[in-house]
């Protein structure tokens, strides 16, 4: 097996995983968060303890025990939450109530998980195995430990909020490289590209409306973004009417995931079929041009920060995808891809011979995929 970089680890990870990376995300976090939070409160009771001898001597582990703990569980919860109901519930609501709804389902398990800790854990755990049964702690002084949790519990659920959405931004596993500087400077990398653009745009934008083409456009996209992780794709540009994906070379040769990729959208498109023609009385068709090679790659941008593509191999796959309407093909790709061992088993497929793209000096042999076998 290829070396798989970061980058290649998360992507694989997560369309293998989905339900697993997300609680795991939400643990992790929650872990580090809640052992910070239990090194601060050791802090604060041993210099009070140093003026002020208190009932125990301050021990760092049974707090840093409960933080564990208590990160573990409410990790757990907010992870299944947070998938169950971005799926079912969230996806098509306003960020206000999408917020609102988190935050209120964040407290009630905060609640809980906090009464947990203190009748269950600390009572029937922590007091009698490290404390020997004597508590430093009344009810008085759980009510400010809650007000504690709340506040703290409060920012760091900002702070991974900000880290969620950052990330869905750029995609899995690309977060870290970014941070770490790894696009700072011009990188060199094998990538396949596909544009894949709305059929008969112009006609739908006038049949529908602006208001009802954007959600038609909007519905779209997000039901492309269904299949994404399951064919280890990447989301490049979104432009207009128009989306742009991006395959690490071996990624998206795997079993050509890249080519399976297009079929998947028209099968996803057909499961809510019903839904499409309740609301806009058509369904949607996209056209699609996929090329590959070398290209570069690099963090651009001041105010705007973001991570470009550039190459020669980018502007073929949109020359390729160009060519649609001309041959009257909805998903075009470059001859490479069927050489691919496995290629005549999985799809019928009809070449078009030697064709000119525009900018180009030498023309390239394409390939219509009309449609897929196994």
């Known amino acids: 097996m290829p070396h798989l970089d970061y980058t290649q680890r998360a992507l694989r990870f997560v369309s293998r995983y989905p339900v697993f990376n997300i609680i795991l995300t939400q643990i992790g976090f929650w872990v580090m968060a809640n052992s910070i939070l239990a090194l601060l409160l050791h802090l604060m009771y041993s210099s009070v303890h140093v003026n002020v001898p208190l009932p125990l001597p301050p021990e760092l582990w049974p707090t840093m025990l409960t933080g564990i703990i208590l ?21 098509r609501r306003s960020l206000g109530v999408t917020f609102l709804l988190k935050t209120m389902v964040s407290l009630l398990s905060l609640i809980l998980l906090l009464a947990l800790v203190r009748f269950v854990l600390f009572d029937h755990l922590i007091l009698p195995v490290f404390m020997k049964g004597r508590s430093p702690l009344t009810d008085e002084s759980w009510k400010f430990i809650f007000f504690i949790f709340l ?48 059929q008969s745009s112009t006609s739908i934008a006038e049949e529908l409306g602006h208001l009802r083409y954007s959600g038609f456009i909007r519905d779209s996209f997000m039901d492309i973004n269904q299949v994404i992780a399951k064919h280890q794709a990447e989301i490049y540009q979104y432009v207009g009417d128009e989306i742009v994906l991006s395959w690490r070379m071996a990624e998206g040769l795997k079993d050509l995931a890249c080519v399976r990729f297009y079929f998947a959208c028209g099968e996803q498109f057909a499961k809510r079929a019903a839904y499409y023609e309740a609301q806009y009385g058509r369904l949607p068709f996209f056209k699609a041009g996929l090329h590959g090679g070398k290209i570069t790659a690099v963090e651009i941008g001041e105010i705007k920060r973001d991570i470009a593509f550039h190459g020669d191999s980018i502007n073929t796959a949109a020359r390729i995808q160009s060519l649609c309407n001309k041959y009257q093909k909805s998903l075009l790709i470059s001859k490479p891809f069927t050489e691919y061992s496995e290629f005549n088993k999985l799809f019928n497929a009809v070449s078009l011979g030697m064709v000119a793209l525009k900018g180009k000096q030498q023309p390239v042999e394409l390939v219509s995929v009309e449609r897929i076998l196994v």
Do not use: A, C, H, S
């Not at 990160?71 to 996806?91: D, S």
């Open 71 to 91: 990160g573990i569980l409410y990790g757990t919860v907010l992870g299944i939450t947070e998938y169950f109901l971005e799926k079912q519930f969230f996806r």
């Open 151 to 198: 506040v703290y519990y409060g920012l760091m659920t900002l702070v991974i909020t900000f880290i969620t959405q950052v990330n869905k931004k750029y995609g899995p596993g690309v977060l870290v490289p970014l941070l770490l500087g790894k696009y700072r400077q011009p990188k060199e990398e094998e990538r396949i590209f596909m544009f894949m653009d709305l």
